[in-house]
Nanobody, 122 residues
C-alpha cells in the first residue's frame, strides 16, 4: 500500500553528520510505524531505529544511541534519520521500512525502500 524512497546518503568523514530522508507514497503512511535498517557487505541487515505511527515512541540500536535520531512528518509523508558523530563502522546501505509497530525485527516490516549508501571515511 506504500512505496518508500530513501535519499540523503553520501560520503562523509568520521565525526560528520548526514540526514537521511525517506519519502512515502500512499494515503496510509500515518498508519505505519517506520524503521531504519542498514546492511554492510557480508553482514546481515540490522536494526538502526524505529518510530511509532504518531512519533511518540522511538527505539534505537545500542550502537547508535546518542548519535542518531529518527523523526517523521506525516503531513509530508516523510521519515528522517539524523546521523551525527558518524563512524567508519556506520558505513552501509540504509533502508527505510514500514510496519505495524516500531520493533527491531526486519521481518515485521513489510514495506521497504531501495536503500541509500552511506560511506564514512576515517
Amino acid at each position: 500500500q506504500v512505496q518508500l524512497v530513501e535519499s540523503g546518503g553520501g560520503l562523509v568523514q568520521a565525526g560528520g553528520s548526514l540526514r537521511l530522508s525517506c519519502a512515502a507514497s500512499g494515503r496510509t503512511f500515518s498508519s505505519y510505524a517506520m524503521g531504519w535498517f542498514r546492511q554492510a557487505p557480508g553482514k546481515e541487515r540490522e536494526f538502526v531505529a524505529a518510530i511509532s505511527q504518531r512519533g511518540l515512541i522511538t527505539n534505537y540500536a545500542d550502537s547508535v544511541k546518542g548519535r542518531f535520531s529518527i523523526s517523521r512528518d506525516n503531513a509530508k509523508y516523510m521519515v528522517y534519520l539524523q546521523m551525527n558523530g558518524l563512524k567508519p563502522e556506520d558505513t552501509a546501505v540504509y533502508y527505510c521500512a514500514g510496519g505495524s509497530s516500531p520493533t527491531t525485527r526486519p521481518s515485521e516490516f513489510h514495506y521497504w525502500g531501495q536503500g541509500t549508501q552511506v560511506t564514512v571515511s576515517s
